[in-house]
């Protein structure tokens, strides 16, 4: 409110989930939202890259079909080298996590969209369901031996019940890292664009930009600074992703 009377722009207003349609259901609000909205964008403009972009599939690739090539190949690179050739079943679902929360954070991008990353609810929806997912498969595959794993080997007895209380809760944790991670990097490097995007902004409409050769500085720090940001939107994805595969050989081989 302070930000408002003051003229200045709220730098969390970008966060606000809107309603767009009203749904409620047996008590629960299950409205259709801004958030909502720019998921089903994500999933959609997947569904183009990988489905259109092979559409006769050329000799020499489109610059769509050499995006979509290089994309599938870099994770299924990452799912080799991280759990081996027995995670190449997973790979479907590794590919479209990392493609869903890179679009996501893509999207977050373009001015006036809306971060659906930035939300933690959304990042630890995801985390959960891998951290199930990947507990799932070990017990599947290894049974009451699965609890092996929180037993680290070549210890003394005497330290042996603490190690193992440390692991378990190290193995808890880690749906909250995993989505937190996420959540407070796109969080906190969106809040910040906005703060600095509003003083460069405020700069140049006043005029103060072009007062001397030096004016032209926070101009340019801006647009690094957003160059910084795209990068991190695709880090974020790209750990969220390989953190995934070292969850998931954890699970297979019990290391």
Known sequence: MAAEKSGAPDPMHQFNIVEL?????????????NSSLF???????????????FNGRATI???????????????????????????QKYFPFIFCLFMFVLFCNMLGMIPYTFTVTSHIIVTFALAIVIFFGVTLIGFIMHGI????????????KALLPLL??????????????????LFANMMAGHTM?????????????????????LGIAPLAFIVAFTGLEI????????????????YLNDSIHMH
């Open 164 to 181: 193992v209380v440390i692991e378990v809760i190290s193995y808890l944790t880690r749906p909250v890292s995993l989505s937190v991670r």
């Open 61 to 87: 690739p489109t610059r769509l079909q050499s995006v979509a090539e290089l994309s599938y190949e870099f994770v299924a690179k990452m799912v080799r080298d991280n759990v081996g050739d027995e995670g």
């Open 39 to 53: 998921m089903v964008f994500s999933v959609a403009l997947i569904i183009f890259l990988t489905l259109f972009s």
């Open 21 to 33: 349609i009203d749904i409620e259901l047996f008590g629960l609000n299950l409205s259709f939202t």
């Open 231 to 246: 990068l991190v939107a695709f880090l974020q994805a790209y750990v969220f992703a390989i953190l995934t595969c070292i």
């Open 145 to 156: 031996k699965f609890f092996n794993f929180f037993v680290p080997s070549g210890v003394p």
């Open 193 to 213: 664009l906005k703060v600095f995007g509003f003083f460069v902004a405020g700069m140049f409409f006043s005029g103060n930009l072009f007062i001397s050769p």
